[in-house]
């Protein structure tokens, strides 16, 4: 057995009658009170045990090797087997405890389980910045988890600083690297609240996940929201009445093309050549709809940029 320490123990803890297990029959017995042939039979088997030394990189190896049998490990469990010490003895207890009282607060931002490590490795994610490996590694005899934990409290009590109301869609986003770039930032709570509220309730805005960096980016980087762009009737009707219009002026059909000076001033596009636009951009309060839309052609578009 090569994973087998939590078994051999319990062996241990069996044979000297700490527990029972069932037996053929469904009932509960101790070793002390099995039948004396079968107790031989226990005490007689031999175990081959390989007692393991080795590098990290070799041991998680091992690990690997032995979980393509078994349910596999996941990352951080691999990780605080390799780094396996008195640092991760005490961050399982904070970060791994299902009993920790503080577990629901933090399931707000992160997802997962406390059992399968998911707190523990995203707390070590933010205080690492990603290099979960090394801190650990430069970390494992320490007989505190102090900076890990003060750090994840920050990030936690940051965000919930700044927005006040927990929306499902907060879950899981990347907490520690927001709080990097924005803590030093001044946000007012009650009107990042109200903006909250203003863009849930819009249908325009397709990922609802988006809204917070988008909020704490000052509102800039509307890719975040991946914005609903018009519809394929809507740019039809438009391209119709854009071209019609050029044709009768012998113009191009895309209105930044008419006002240059190349061959494509009197150029028709085509419909699959063109984009739709939103004249007044989306983020200055203009609507997607077909008077807010104009089709322009690709490389206009493209230079107008994602608004
Ligand atoms: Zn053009």
Known sequence: MLDGQQRITSLGRFITNKFAIKDENGMPQIFGNMAKDKQKKILETKLLIYECVGTESQIKEWFKTINIAGVPLNNQEL?????????????????????????????????????????????????SKGNIGDYMSKHRQDKNINDLKKYFNIVIDWVSSVFVDVETEMRGLEWGRFY????????????????????????VVKDKKGIFEYI??????????????????????VYEMQTLEAN????????LCAVGHDANKNKIWSFGEMDADHVSAWSKGGATEVRNCEMLCKTHNRAKGNR
């Not at 980016?217 to 809507?234: M, Q």
């Open 180 to 203: 990097e770039e924005y803590h030093k930032r001044s946000y007012n709570p009650t009107k990042v609240s109200a903006y909250v509220r203003k863009l849930y309730g819009d249908f």
């Open 79 to 127: 990780h605080n087997a390799v780094y396996s010490g008195p640092f991760v003895t005490k961050a399982k207890e904070e970060f791994s405890n299902s009993q920790n009282a503080n577990i629901q607060k933090w399931s707000a931002y992160v997802s997962g389980s406390a059992n399968r490590q998911d707190f523990l490795e995203r707390a070590l994610d933010w205080v």
């Open 216 to 237: 704490l980016g000052d509102n800039k980087d509307t890719k975040l929201l991946n914005i609903r762009i018009f519809d394929e009737p809507t740019k039809r009707a």
């Open 248 to 255: 009768t002026k012998k113009k191009s059909n895309c209105s």
